[in-house]
């Protein structure tokens, strides 16, 4: 029984016979416990800690720091059945984390995590302490009355149970972490075009948050679970203002550790080897190592399929518009990812000079885009015309005209999905 790969197995198990039901009987906590380590792993204590908080339903404005060491992380008591299914929940978003976390960080060519044991361990442990940490000081803990005015004795209080938290742990450990919440921020960085001002608001939301706005492809998927206004760029925070780097910064000051640098990679302190780290180009060896694109991190391509059209193509708002109708499956979704690796398949028939481009090779952005913007229009024509469409007379200028920018009549009456044959085709 205590090898049973999760609990519906177990149950599975004791449901064959009385007998099988009655030795559970006999063991119910250690073989419990032993089902539950293997659907955790050896991160079940820091797993176990973050579904038992609160804690005797302690006040967290009361200046008391005892939070740091409540519930310890080696306690032993029996798990619930209630628990179970919180564990489960919870372990399924920190494995999710470990296969992004690896595809950014470990190996750009799997989807599914390839860190190995003790890495893993090192990844979840701190994940499920960071969910801990988020979980104590959440923005919904408290209410709209205690932090008004932005009260600096109450909000000095918070800044110290936080550090007295995070101070329990080991320097070694406490690295680990911060390089996991290094990889948390690059997640909600990854979602916006701009530099965020509230990313230590949007890092209070917990892990769990983390993974939703990854999987929407935006950040204002969480706005509804915060009920403080942070994303009002005419707002302060001071209740989320460093709220993982203030505590990072008095720890490291207080054991006289050097700190983390900024530019200091989520791999450092986590992996004890990275993949392909000095990999390069396939097609002009520029050296792009993790940043290169594969089959398993194309759906995350930063470049909004429109502005890849040929030439003028893109600003003709005949075509753009029924494009956006052809690709809308496509954006925000991991059917991007297999659309490109179809667009190789549909190269090789069409443009020789692309002979030797593989779908299953790494290409730099630059490389990547020029691919796409030489076969795009090309595909979108064909399908089309698949559709019944019956292309007009060519226009002489093809998919370089610059009329049929400004006179939506030349750009309805002529095709301009084809190759100039007049004008100047650079």
């Known amino acids: 029984m205590t090898f049973c790969p999760n609990f519906d197995t177990l149950q599975s198990t004791i449901l064959v016979s009385k007998t099988f039901h009655r030795v559970f009987q006999t063991r119910p906590k250690s073989i419990t416990r032993a089902v539950a380590g293997n659907i955790v ?242 097609q002009c060896a520029t050296p792009g190592g993790l940043k290169l694109y594969t089959e398993a991190n194309w759906d995350r391509f930063p470049i909004i399929l429109a502005n890849l059209l040929k030439k003028n193509i893109k600003r003709n708002q005949s075509i753009t518009q029924s494009f956006f109708t052809a690709t809308a499956h496509l954006v925000a979704s991991d059917a991007l990812g297999p659309f490109i690796g179809d667009l190789f398949d549909f190269a090789l028939k069409i443009k020789p000079e692309f002979d030797g481009w593989e779908r299953t090779d790494s290409y730099c952005l630059t490389c990547l885009t020029r691919f796409l913007e030489e076969h795009l229009w090309i595909w979108f024509r064909e399908e089309r015309i698949k559709g019944g469409w019956t292309p007009p007379e060519d226009c002489w200028y093809g998919w370089n005209c610059r009329t049929q920018i400004h006179k939506r009549y030349h750009a309805d009456t002529k095709n301009h999905l084809c190759a100039p044959i007049k004008g100047d085709p650079a």
């Open 41 to 282: 792993g050896p991160a079940l204590p820091q797993a176990l800690r973050v579904i038992r908080f609160p804690y005797d339903d302690y006040d967290t404005l009361d200046g008391d720091l005892s939070m740091a060491t409540a519930c310890p992380e080696d306690d032993k008591s029996v798990i619930t059945a209630e628990e179970v299914e919180k564990l489960e929940e919870n372990c399924q978003v920190v494995a999710e984390l470990e296969d992004i976390y690896s595809l950014m960080n470990k190996d750009r060519t799997s989807k599914t995590s390839v860190l190995t044991s003790e890495e893993s361990w090192r990844f979840r442990r701190a994940m499920y302490r960071i969910m801990l940490y988020c979980n104590q000081f959440s923005g919904t803990r408290y209410t709209e009355e205690e932090i008004e005015l932005n009260d600096e004795e109450i909000l000095d209080k918070i800044r110290k149970q936080r550090t007295a938290v995070l101070n329990e742990y080991p320097t070694d450990e406490l690295q680990q972490l911060h390089s996991v919440v290094q990889f948390l921020r690059s997640i909600f960085i990854s979602l916006s075009t701009t530099d965020l001002d509230f990313i230590d608001s949007l890092l209070s939301t917990g892990p769990a948050n983390a993974l939703r706005a990854w999987q929407d492809r935006s950040y204002e998927v969480i706005q509804d679970d915060v009920e403080f206004t942070m994303f009002d760029d005419e707002d302060d925070a001071p209740l989320f203002e460093g709220y993982f780097s203030l505590p990072f910064e008095n720890i490291w000051t207080e054991r006289k550790v050097t700190p983390p640098k900024e530019d200091d990679p989520a791999s450092k302190w986590i992996l004890d080897q990275v993949n392909g780290a000095n990999d390069t180009c396939s």
